[in-house]
């Protein structure tokens, strides 16, 4: 019980502290919690670090002492400022513009369902009307439930098909996953047990039944090359001479011959051949079914198939390389992958339902009582005949919705709606009548949107964050970083006091080459040899040839491995794997070190040194103006949590 108490004592304390006044600068007050949330934001390791903590809570000071500074000249208010966190604002707040929960629950969802592949055929029957027969819907449904009975489809569809060919088609689309169908489709096929058939599905242009034709582990994606004999349909001398041809090179490969050679030599594929018949990585239905099979049964990289047949022709495919479907949610780039395809797909229509559903009570969104006639008569004079002509009690300025914080919504914001709709619109009201409540949830969100800050910390937050960043920068220009490298006479004064810090370490007057690859940096090396200048080169070869001249420390100048460094020495061109690029450069004459550097070679250097001098003389100055004050207490048990 004892043990308890004190537990509940400490916890409590601890909360308590965070809870409490960490440190005061003048009249302003900074909480524990706010401090620990920036730390834990910028902190660079994940152990426990108290001396971290203390030097971060100095340059947490630091930044509230320069925020202020900012603030108090009124930064914020700046047209630029407000602009771009406008711009900012705009970017970001759709993320918060939807159920993050149903969200969530869409990701989980499409993540246990990129876990398997589903074998799918669908049954088709094309209804021209908008309301169907009795005939053809009992047609249908007999359909299903013949599948589901166990009856072979092709042996129903011979049967149906057998006085009215083509009423009803089948289609074998092999496997699918997530994704792969409209999400409508996808939730019908994933709910079936293998073997089984979906009721019939009405669309807008005839039913479908859906049937689980067996299911596999996902198979994830693939990179394969291929070789590709191509085959002209119905052409049956030349089918027959694509096969011989392929079992020779298949023959050919088994004997140790260079899959990329053949491959340019003999494949029909224009877009990959002279890639040696690398192919785009892939995954499940993306291309045909019988090439997929083929494909996904390679076992292992580097492994080749047999010739295979498709429609295409004749195929020859080698494994490159394969990437799994994880199998855990801990594959953080895999789930922010799965997220982004999960906003992207209509799937999201349904969190942005939701969404809606949540936000109308909160902003009490009010629909005004107008003849809703008038409304469309007066749009149609609008846009038809580009006068606004009231109708009734509607004009221009009449309010269509209404929300609690006194904003509305009137029918001047309707007609630019509908101008900038997308949804044809030629005076048909049933046009007008569609789009209306689109027009009225968009108004919901945009209401919302505007005051995101009041009901979403996290938004509010990453605003204020955003927003001081912007005015310590404005802030830090003024008073530190233009007015250090403006201020030249203060510069010079600066390097002759402290002028015994800018020497020079081992050094050399140098020609750095840049060079677009290796074959120019030994042709530029080779007329160096013979005695041409580097401005010579560079002129003759200004698209691949770059250089820079001055006075380098030796460490700044790249070399393959140690060197000896003497004058005249042109170094051994360092090759960048990245890009090819390579880099040497010429030895005019070498330096020892300790030399003194004179103000313009050391500028860069006193700029620095002197923007952190003005910088930590602003600070006292803003410390005398806003006293800092420590709670020690609250900072100790910091260090105990932490």
């Given at each position: 019980m004892k043990k308890l108490l004190l537990i509940f004592v400490f916890t409590s304390s601890l909360f308590y502290s965070?809870?409490?006044?960490?440190?005061?600068?003048?009249?302003?007050?900074?909480?524990?919690?706010?401090?620990?949330?920036?730390?834990?934001?910028?902190?660079?390791?994940?152990?426990?670090?108290?001396?971290?903590?203390?030097?971060?809570?100095?340059?947490?000071?630091?930044?509230?002492?320069?925020?202020?500074?900012?603030?108090?000249?009124?930064?914020?208010?700046?047209?630029?400022?407000?602009?771009?966190?406008?711009?900012?604002?705009?970017?970001?707040?759709?993320?918060?513009?939807?159920?993050?929960?149903?969200?969530?629950?869409?990701?989980?969802?499409?993540?246990?369902?990129?876990?398997?592949?589903?074998?799918?055929?669908?049954?088709?029957?094309?209804?021209?009307?908008?309301?169907?027969?009795?005939?053809?819907?009992?047609?249908?449904?007999?359909?299903?439930?013949?599948?589901?009975?166990?009856?072979?489809?092709?042996?129903?569809?011979?049967?149906?098909?057998?006085?009215?060919?083509?009423?009803?088609?089948?289609?074998?689309?092999?496997?699918?996953?997530?994704?792969?169908?409209?999400y409508k489709f996808e939730n019908i096929i994933y709910r079936l047990k293998p073997g089984t058939a979906s009721a019939p599905v009405r669309t807008k242009n005839g039913w479908y039944i859906f049937k689980n034709d067996g299911e596999r582990h996902a198979v994830g994606k693939i990179t394969v090359a291929q070789i590709l004999f191509a085959v002209p349909q119905g052409d049956a001398h030349q089918k027959e001479k694509a096969q011989k041809l392929a079992d020779s090179v298949y023959t050919a490969l088994l004997n140790g011959s260079d899959f990329a050679m053949l491959a340019k030599q003999f494949s029909d594929d224009r877009t990959t051949f002279m890639n040696g018949g690398r192919m785009p990585e892939f995954g499940t239905a993306k291309y045909d079914s019988v090439f997929e099979n083929h494909a996904f049964s390679l076992q292992k990289d580097g492994e080749i198939s047999k010739p295979f047949e498709t429609k295409f022709g004749y195929h020859i495919l080698k494994r490159i390389s394969a990437e799994p479907v994880p199998t855990s949610k801990d594959d953080e780039k895999y789930m922010y992958n799965l997220k982004e395809e999960v906003l992207n797909d209509s799937r999201i229509e349904i969190a942005k339902e939701m969404f809606l559903k949540e936000i109308f009570p909160v902003i009490r969104l009010t629909r005004r009582k107008i003849n809703l006639e008038d409304l469309w008569r007066f749009t149609d004079s609008a846009l038809l005949k580009n006068k606004e002509v009231a109708s009734g009690?509607?004009?221009?300025?009449?309010?269509?919705?209404?929300?609690?914080?006194?904003?509305?919504?009137?029918?001047?914001?309707?007609?630019?709606?509908?101008?900038?709709?997308?949804?044809?619109?030629?005076?048909?009201?049933?046009?007008?009548?569609?789009?209306?409540?689109?027009?009225?949830?968009?108004?919901?969100?945009?209401?919302?949107?505007?005051?995101?800050?009041?009901?979403?910390?996290?938004?509010?937050?990453?605003?204020?964050?955003?927003?001081?960043?912007?005015?310590?920068?404005?802030?830090?220009?003024?008073?530190?970083?233009?007015?250090?490298?403006?201020?030249?006479?203060?510069?010079?004064?600066?390097?002759?006091?402290?002028?015994?810090?800018?020497?020079?370490?081992?050094s050399a007057e140098a020609v750095i080459f840049s060079c677009s690859n290796a074959e120019v940096a030994k042709s530029s090396i080779a007329k160096l040899k013979k005695g041409k200048s580097w401005k010579e080169i560079v002129n003759e070869n200004p698209s691949s040839v770059q250089a820079d001249s001055g006075r380098f420390e030796l460490g700044q100048i790249p070399v393959v491995d140690r060197t000896a460094f003497s004058d005249g020495l042109i170094t051994l061109p360092v090759i960048n794997k990245t890009d090819g690029t390579a880099v040497f450069a010429k030895i005019i004459k070498v330096y020892p070190s300790n030399q003194q550097r004179n103000f313009d070679d050391a500028r860069g250097l006193v700029i620095n040194d002197y923007q952190n001098y003005l910088e930590q003389k602003w600070i006292e100055q803003l410390k005398k103006k806003y006293p800092v004050r420590v709670n020690q207490k609250v900072f100790q048990s910091l260090l105990i949590k932490n």
């Open positions: 965070y809870s409490q006044t960490l440190f005061t600068y003048g009249i302003h007050k900074v909480g524990a919690s706010e401090f620990l949330t920036a730390y834990n934001k910028n902190k660079t390791t994940t152990s426990v670090d108290s001396q971290a903590l203390r030097d971060y809570l100095g340059l947490y000071i630091n930044f509230r002492l320069k925020v202020q500074a900012a603030r108090d000249i009124h930064l914020d208010t700046l047209p630029s400022m407000i602009a771009d966190l406008q711009n900012f604002r705009s970017q970001i707040q759709g993320t918060y513009l939807k159920d993050e929960k149903e969200v969530n629950r869409l990701v989980d969802e499409a993540f246990m369902r990129s876990q398997k592949d589903i074998h799918t055929t669908y049954y088709y029957m094309k209804s021209d009307d908008d309301k169907d027969s009795v005939k053809e819907m009992n047609l249908i449904h007999e359909v299903s439930r013949k599948l589901n009975s166990g009856e072979s489809g092709a042996v129903i569809l011979s049967k149906i098909n057998a006085n009215t060919p083509g009423k009803i088609q089948r289609e074998d689309i092999g496997y699918i996953t997530a994704f792969t169908l409209p009690n509607v004009n221009q300025q009449t309010i269509l919705l209404s929300f609690n914080n006194n904003q509305s919504v009137r029918v001047s914001d309707w007609i630019l709606y509908v101008r900038n709709s997308n949804d044809k619109i030629n005076g048909d009201h049933k046009s007008y009548k569609k789009i209306f409540p689109e027009f009225v949830n968009q108004s919901a969100i945009s209401n919302y949107a505007s005051r995101l800050e009041n009901y979403n910390p996290v938004f509010r937050a990453q605003i204020n964050e955003f927003k001081e960043g912007n005015m310590l920068f404005e802030i830090m220009q003024r008073k530190v970083w233009g007015k250090a490298t403006s201020d030249t006479l203060g510069l010079k004064k600066f390097y002759e006091l402290h002028k015994q810090k800018y020497l020079w370490s081992a």
